[in-house]
C-alpha cells in the first residue's frame, strides 16, 4: 500500500515538531508552521511589507503605495502640489545640468520601473483597483521629454518587451529588476551615454546564461522576511555570466552615480569595468567607490567629495519611482554646493576627520585610551590621529 503524501506531511511535521521541542525551539518552530499556514492556504504574509499576489508572485508593499497614490497623498497631500514640486525639481536639475556642463560633465536619468508597475496583472484584484490613474514616474518622464533632460524609460521599454523577454523581468520573489534584465539595461545606459557624451563605450555581452535555482540575494530577497517553514519552490533562471566586448580603442570616462538599491545588481556585474574611476553614492548618503580612499564612507565625512564630484566625466541618477518623493535625496542641491566652493583644504578636511572620530564613541574612546598612554591631552592626540589618517588617504590617491 502506498503512502499517501498528507501522512509523510505529517509525519515530517511531527518528528520535527519533537526535534523543535527537544532543543527547546518549539516557539520558533510553532511561529513558522503559523506563517506556513497562513501563506499557503489563505495567501497571508506576516510581514507588512510583502504581499502576496496571484501566481504566487511577492511584491513590496512600498512598492504598491506607490503606483496606488498612497505615496504620493502621504507626502504632497494632493497631485497638484505633487505635480508643483515635480516642475521645481525638474528647474533644479536644469541648473545642476548647466553647472555641470561648465564643469565638463554630462548627466543621465534612469528612470527604474518597480515590479507592480510593470506587472500590474499579477497583484490581488483588490489591490488592482486601487492603481490611480497618475503616475508620478509618468509626469517627470514628460517634463524632462518636454525640457530635453537626458533620461532612459525603463518603465516604457520594460512594458514593451516584457511578453517577448524569454525569461520574467522579475522574479517571483524578487523586487528589483532580476538579475537576467542586467545586460539588457546596462548596454542600454551605455548607448544611451554614447549619444548624449560623444564617446565610444563596449558592449555587454553574456558569455553563459548559467540557468540556476541558487538565486542572488535580490532575486530572493522577500521571501526571508517570511519566515516560513519550507522553502518556496524556485523555478531555474539566468544569473549570466557577462563581459565587455569591443574593449579595444574605447573612452574609460569616470561616472558618479547617484542612486537607490537598484544600482546594486549592476555595480555587482561588468557594468562598471567600462568606466575608470568609479564611485556611486546610495541615497546620496553612502559612498562606494573603485579607489579604497573613498570606498564604504559616509558623505557627510567624505571631505574628497567635490574632488570626485569635479573628476566626474559623467553623473547618472538611476531612481525608481517610489523615491521621486525626495528627489535625488538633495543632489541638486549638495552638488551645486560641492561645485560652488570647490575642494577643501587641509584643515577643514582634518576638522571632518575629527568630527567622524567624535561620533564613533568606540573610536573616541580608543583615542582617549592612546592620549593617556602618550602623556597628551586627548585634543592633540585626536588632532594627530586625524591628521595622520588625512596624510595615509592623501597617500592612497597617489597610489
Same mark, same amino acid.
Given at each position: ?194 549619444? $548624449? ?5 563596449? #558592449?555587454?555581452?553574456?558569455? /553563459? ?6 538565486? +542572488?540575494? !535580490? *532575486? ?93 566625466? $559623467? ?5 525608481? #519611482?517610489?523615491?521621486?518623493? /525626495? ?6 542641491? +549638495?552638488? !551645486? *554646493? ?62
Amino acid at each position: 500500500m502506498k503512502t499517501k503524501p498528507r501522512h509523510i506531511i505529517f509525519t515530517v511535521c511531527l518528528v520535527a515538531t519533537i526535534a523543535a521541542c527537544m532543543y527547546k525551539g518549539f516557539p520558533r518552530f510553532w511561529e513558522r508552521c503559523y506563517n506556513q499556514v497562513a501563506y499557503s492556504f489563505f495567501g497571508n504574509t506576516i510581514n507588512p511589507y510583502v504581499v502576496k499576489g496571484r501566481a504566487n508572485e511577492l511584491f513590496l508593499k512600498p512598492n504598491i503605495d506607490d503606483i496606488s497614490g498612497k505615496t504620493l497623498l502621504d507626502h504632497y497631500g494632493s497631485i497638484e502640489n505633487a505635480k508643483a514640486e515635480a516642475q521645481k525639481n525638474v528647474e533644479a536639475t536644469k541648473r545642476l545640468i548647466d553647472t555641470l556642463h561648465r564643469h565638463g560633465s554630462d548627466f543621465l536619468f534612469v528612470f527604474c520601473p518597480t515590479k507592480p508597475a510593470v506587472y500590474p496583472e499579477y497583484l490581488p484584484k483588490d489591490i488592482q483597483k486601487q492603481i490611480s490613474g497618475f503616475s508620478m514616474a509618468d509626469y517627470y518622464i514628460q517634463l524632462f521629454k518636454e525640457n530635453g533632460i537626458p533620461h532612459i524609460d525603463f518603465y516604457s521599454h520594460f512594458k514593451n518587451v516584457k511578453n517577448s523577454f524569454p525569461y520574467p523581468l522579475y522574479t517571483r520573489y524578487g523586487s528589483h529588476w532580476a538579475e537576467s534584465t542586467i545586460p539588457f539595461v546596462g548596454d542600454s545606459i551605455y548607448r544611451k551615454l554614447e549619444e $548624449i557624451a560623444g564617446i565610444e563605450l563596449p #558592449s555587454i555581452r553574456t558569455i /553563459d546564461l548559467n540557468l540556476t535555482k541558487d538565486y +542572488s540575494i !535580490q *532575486d530572493d530577497e522577500l521571501e526571508p522576511g517570511l519566515n516560513l517553514l519550507f522553502s518556496l519552490p524556485k523555478p531555474k533562471l539566468p544569473r549570466p555570466i557577462c563581459s565587455l566586448t569591443d574593449t579595444l580603442g574605447k573612452d574609460r570616462p569616470n561616472l558618479l552615480v547617484i542612486c537607490d538599491g537598484y544600482f546594486t545588481p549592476l555595480a555587482n556585474s561588468c557594468f562598471l569595468d567600462a568606466f575608470h574611476h568609479w564611485d556611486y553614492w546610495i541615497y546620496n548618503r553612502d559612498t562606494y567607490s573603485s579607489r579604497p580612499a573613498y570606498h564604504w564612507r559616509h558623505l557627510d565625512m567624505l571631505y574628497e567629495a567635490a574632488e570626485i564630484l569635479e573628476e566626474a566625466d $559623467i553623473v547618472i541618477a538611476l531612481y525608481t #519611482s517610489n523615491y521621486l518623493f /525626495d528627489y535625488l535625496h538633495g543632489f541638486t542641491e +549638495s552638488a !551645486q *554646493d560641492l561645485l560652488q566652493h570647490g575642494k577643501y583644504d587641509r584643515q577643514e578636511s582634518i576638522q571632518l576627520i575629527i568630527e567622524q572620530i567624535k561620533a564613533n564613541p568606540q573610536w573616541m574612546e580608543a583615542v582617549e585610551q592612546q592620549a593617556r598612554e602618550r602623556g597628551l591631552s586627548t585634543e592633540e592626540n585626536l588632532y594627530q590621529n586625524a591628521e595622520y589618517i588625512f596624510n595615509q588617504n592623501e597617500m592612497k590617491k597617489e597610489q
